[in-house]
Each structure stands twice: as C-alpha cells, then as structure tokens.
C-alpha cells in the first residue's frame, strides 16, 4: 500500500526541478538540479519577471531530496511550498504522501480532507482517502471513498486495484480476482495487481498464475516477487528443474542476497533428487549468508545423516537447536541418531 501511495506522490512531482535545471543549460542531475534550485531559492528576488513562484522552487527542491533520499529535506521544503500556497491541493496531496510514510496517518487525513475540501471531485484524493481507510483497516470508510472515486472517473485503475485488497483482506477471493481483473483491464501495465493475480491463483493452485507473474515481469523484468512466485508454484507442484531453473535466475546479480533461495534450491535437490552433498552446498550457501539459519543446519544434518556421517550429522542438529531450541525436525534427527 505504502509503495503504491509513493509512486502515486512521484507522478503527481512537478516538473519545474527539470525546468530549473535544464534552464541554467545544465545536465539534468539530482545533483545539479539541487544546486541549481538552491541558487533560485537563495536569489529568488533578483530574478526577472515571470519566474516560476517561489512555492514551486521550493516544491521541485522537495522533489530532488525525495529521489536522493533525504525525506526529512523534503518534506521540509513542501512545507514551505505550502506554506506560500495554503490552497494548492497538489501539495495537500503530496504532503499526505509523505507524513503516511512517516506513519502520521493522522496528519495525512487532515491534509487530504482539506484538499477534498478544495475540490470534492479530486480523483487522487478521493482515492488516497480510500488508501487512508484500508490502510487503517476500516473497511467501510475506505469503501464509501472508493466509490466516490468510481464515480468521478471509472477508469481509474488505482481505486479497483484497492478495492481488490478490501475483498482479498475480508475473505472474498472471487471479488478481489474480479476487481484486480478490471485493474489490469484500465491499466495494461499494473504490475502491483499482476503479483496479486498471480498469488491468489497460485493459493487456488490454478497455474494461470505463471501468466500473471509473467505479466509482472514484462512490467518489471526480474521482479525477485515474480520470480519467486512461479519458482514457488512449480515446487509446489512438483516441478522441480523448472523451479530450480527460476531461483537461479534470481540469484543471477543478487548472489549475496537471498539465503532463501539457496535454502528453497537445497530443499529441492534433498528432497526431489536425493542429491544430498549438492544440498549440502546450497544449504552452507544460505548459511554463509544468515548465519543462525536454523531450517538450514537442519536439512545439513538430514543429509548428513542420509550420507551416513553420524558425526556431521550430530554436530548440524545440534547447531540448528542451539539456534532453536523447539524444532521438531532436529530433535527428531537426533533421536534417530541416538537409536541408531
């Protein structure tokens, strides 16, 4: 919800941090743009007639310190823009963006309020009250805007997408495929809803669910979500050389960042192939990377075991229980250790 409601404040930034940059005859840099908007603010009254308003420097600034991550800087800025222009209801909009980020879900609502105050029919701030109430989990409210949202423009693929979410969240599963349909139906390249297409559709254990991931990856190629759900579904499903084929295709560029999925590749290879000392190494993999991987000493010890290397054995289980105490599976492995 929060990654929805950033990219919403991102297409609503203004452009004049590209036209202040670009009108200086500089490159068009997050770096050079902040200078350059910098000397605007600071000389702001030397410059000739028919300058951009003040406010707006302000809110192109507060644009250049969000993209380089100084939310703090930025959202400062947009105070000052708002400050100067109390009645501009994209800066209301943005600013609700931001305190939500900062977990404020009440100063987002006196800001959005205010705005729909300004404007009744304002479509993104219909939609982000709606956002506000799902996000707050009640459910009603959130409907109530929705709705209203619907109204003014039908084809606003954001308002289907979370109203989707509700139904999902209150169990409705045929209304959420339904309302996530007709958001990919407005907006071809909705990636958010192609991953939860395919999620539903893969606890139903539907295989078009690899479509929808796929969809995703053409909106995103090498979405880690995608990826991993069609890896999922076809572990699941015992298709293991095409699972193994897709986390590979993960960890392509991201070696050091997914024990998971060295884990998921050893599990494969124990369970479906019996290729215990292949596992072995997947598993040193994962554990190379999260140390105190529990799941993961357990399936060595298991292997180990397999191999017939009591000794190895042991000393995994052991190691896994060290790092929980309750798992069933080491304690299990011991104790067959122990009849042995």
């Known amino acids: 919800l929060l990654s929805i409601v950033i990219l919403s404040a991102c297409n609503n930034a203004p452009k ?6 670009t009108s200086l005859g500089i490159e068009n840099t997050d770096s050079l743009a902040l200078d350059s908007l910098t000397i605007l603010i ?4 030397n410059l000739s007639v028919g300058k951009a308003g003040k406010d707006e420097l302000y809110a192109s600034r ?4 969000g993209n380089i991550g100084q939310l703090t800087k930025s959202l400062n800025d947009l105070t000052i823009a708002h400050s100067i222009d109390s009645l501009n209801t994209d800066y209301m909009i943005r600013l609700s963006d931001m305190y939500l980020q900062f977990g404020k879900s009440h100063v987002t609502n006196e800001f959005l309020l205010k705005a729909k105050k300004l404007d009744e029919n304002n479509i993104e701030v219909l939609y982000r009250l709606g956002n506000l109430h799902f996000y707050l989990q009640d459910y009603k409210k959130a409907i109530e805007y929705l709705k209203k949202a619907r109204e003014v423009d039908s084809f606003y693929a954001p308002v289907y997408f979370t109203y989707g979410m509700i139904k999902k ?3 409705d599963t045929a209304t959420a495929i339904e309302q996530f349909l007709i958001a990919v139906e407005r907006e ?24 929808y991931y796929r969809n995703a990856l053409l909106v995103l190629p090498n979405s880690y979500e995608a990826n991993y759900g069609m890896a999922m579904f076809y572990q699941q499903n015992e298709k293991p050389e095409q699972a193994i084929s897709v986390y590979k295709t993960i960890l392509k560029g ?16 124990m369970l479906f192939f019996n290729e215990y000392n292949t596992a072995i190494s997947y598993f040193d993999s994962a554990i190379a990377i999260q140390p105190l991987y529990g ?16 000794i190895n054995a042991r000393k995994s289980y052991q190691q896994a ?3 929980e105490p309750n798992m069933e599976v080491a304690v299990l492995g011991l104790n067959r250790l122990d009849n042995n």
């Open 295 to 310: 799941a993961a000493l357990s399936n060595k010890g298991y292997c180990f075991e397999k191999l017939n290397d009591k």
């Open 42 to 45: 600071n000389e702001y009254s």
């Open 169 to 171: 969240e209150l169990g």
């Open 62 to 65: 507060s644009v250049v310190y």
């Open 321 to 323: 229980l060290e790092i």
């Open 254 to 269: 991201n070696a050091n960042a997914f024990p998971n999925i060295y884990f998921n590749i050893g599990y494969i290879e």
């Open 16 to 21: 004049d941090a590209v036209v202040a940059s």
């Open 188 to 211: 071809p390249n909705y990636y958010d809803a192609y991953i939860v297409l395919g999620a539903l559709h893969a606890e139903l254990n539907d295989s078009v669910c690899l479509n």
